[in-house]
């Protein structure tokens, strides 16, 4: 069951700023890789890169090279499992999406604002539409523009369509359940 309010900032769950395509980032950053392999930050902006592409097995294998190194720092650590459920709910792998995104609320060790939001995405595919109509009560109690049209249109801006629509349909069953 969702808490009422969810405040805490989580700057390790911030998106990255890399725009344009991803077919021509993921050539730059093999051959970056290559040269330097110990890489975190690129390996998991590659990983995310890639499952936006549809790479599921390269990204999943990047995902788990980083999850399995000892010398990751807790911060990172959290923003691996935050990306990777990204990944992998973009994937339609729901289950081990909200997997990851429990992982990183852990390791949090609060209520970090993502969370509400995040877990309604996938309760709602995964058909628990009663439960997601709660977190996006909470997300929206959190952060009022999911409340609205405009609203949600801003918070989704960097989404695809398929993930806005999930977005809309979760929004629309909480509008309903008031």
Do not use: C, N
Request: hydrophobic share 40%; proline share 5%.
């Amino acid at each position: 069951m969702p808490d009422p309010r969810y405040i805490d900032p989580d700057y390790a769950a911030q998106a990255a700023g890399i725009a344009g395509d991803p077919l021509l980032y993921l050539a730059w950053s093999d051959s970056a890789l290559a040269a330097r392999p110990d890489d975190v930050e690129l390996r998991l902006e590659r990983a995310f890169q890639r499952a936006r592409v549809g790479q599921v097995e390269g990204s999943i294998a990047d995902y788990e090279s980083l999850l399995a190194r000892d010398d990751v720092d807790p911060f990172l650590r959290r923003r691996i499992e935050w990306y990777f459920g990204w990944s992998l709910w973009s994937m339609g792998r729901d289950a081990e999406a909200l997997y990851r995104w429990r992982s990183a609320e852990r390791a949090h060790g609060g209520q970090p604002e993502w969370v509400p939001y995040t877990y309604a995405l996938a309760l709602w595919r995964l058909g628990k539409a009663d439960l997601a109509v709660k977190y996006f009560a909470a997300a929206q109690a959190t952060d009022p523009r999911w409340g609205t049209a405009q609203g949600l249109k801003r918070r989704t801006e960097r989404w695809d369509e398929a993930e806005r629509r999930i977005a809309v349909e979760v929004q629309t069953a909480w509008q309903a359940s008031r």
